[in-house]
């Protein structure tokens, strides 16, 4: 609970949707390995608002922001960092030290821990995309950016998302990035073979037409003959899904979602506490805590 010197006390995540979530125990774990009497706590939240009144009490001592606020949350910030700004994204809300709530992005950084972690041998080489929200343009700088993919593969159902993500995507990377829309099953066989995979749309039975030829697409891409890559699924309600399932089975070497979390707890705490303590989290006591969470947890093992 608050003291006379640190009032903060509840660091939250915020979105709707999140009662599954398994981040609380190791964030909670992380706070009073590092001597803070916080709690951390997923509360659901109906409105953008609702998030950022959470945000603005004296209490506040730190914010996860997840879908669907990762964009507008943006505009109910005192400022944006240069990650928030060049991904058009904010997962993340800190109190700077002169009080103001400032916004950033991390999900770059729990992907890119996630696909070197699993291997580095696609530096460089295509990749796939699947989605175009807002997880997407972390994904895009990772891969671009952090990983030098010069050519991306996108799968979406929604063309409008497309199209806005592309836009987006030039007035950023200009000609150094080549985002290539994928709409049709027979596009694959005239692509170069992909490395990494990224997917960042929930899991789902498709039903659409649109939907089910994006299935179509995806298992084209994981069934390829040639050597098989890393699939990441950002999804992770269910930790199995569908896209995992498909991957393992084709021969890819699959990372669940839960992994990103993980991998975002070194800048989340450096933000929130401070240098010093950013680099004195318990980290191998920190990820079995979260491991333990991911394997425990009813919500998305199913």
């Not at 959470?54 to 949350?73: C, E, H, Q």
């Not at 904010?90 to 992005?105: E, I, M």
């Not at 709409?183 to 899991?203: F, N, S």
């Amino acid at each position: 609970m608050p003291s006379e010197t640190d009032p903060r006390a509840y660091a939250y995540l915020v979105g709707v949707g999140v009662t599954h979530s398994i981040a609380p125990p190791m964030h909670n774990y992380i706070a009073k390995a590092l001597g803070h009497d916080w709690k951390f706590l997923a509360k659901e939240c109906p409105t953008v608002e609702d998030a950022v009144q959470l945000f603005r009490r004296s209490d506040f001592a730190g914010g996860v922001v997840t879908m669907p606020y990762k964009r507008t949350i943006m505009d109910h910030l005192d400022g944006l960092d240069e990650y928030a700004i060049r991904l058009g994204a904010c997962n993340n809300v800190y109190r700077t030290a002169d009080g103001k709530l400032r916004g950033t992005n991390t999900d770059w950084r729990g992907i890119k821990g996630c696909l070197l972690g699993a291997s580095e041998a696609g530096r460089g080489k295509p990749a796939v995309l699947i989605g175009a929200g807002g997880a997407a343009r972390a994904a895009i700088f990772t891969l671009h950016d952090q990983l030098e993919c010069r050519q991306i593969y996108l799968v979406n159902r929604d063309r409008d998302e497309v199209k806005a993500l592309l836009e987006e995507a030039k007035k950023v990377y200009g000609d150094g990035l080549d985002i290539v829309y994928v709409e049709r099953v027979e596009q694959v066989k005239g692509l170069a073979r992909p490395y990494y995979i990224v997917g960042t749309v929930p899991d789902a039975e498709p039903s659409t037409p649109d939907e089910v030829e994006v299935h179509q697409i995806i298992k084209s891409f994981l069934s390829t003959p040639q050597e098989k890559g890393v699939l990441l699924d950002m999804c992770f309600k269910p930790r199995k899904t569908r896209i995992l399932q498909a991957g393992k089975a084709n021969g890819w070497k699959t990372v669940e979602g839960t992994e990103i979390i993980g991998h975002q707890i070194h800048e989340q705490y450096r933000l929130w506490c401070g240098e010093e303590e950013g680099t004195q989290i318990p980290v191998s006591e920190a990820w079995a805590v979260l491991r333990r969470a991911a394997e425990e947890s009813p919500a998305i093992n199913f």
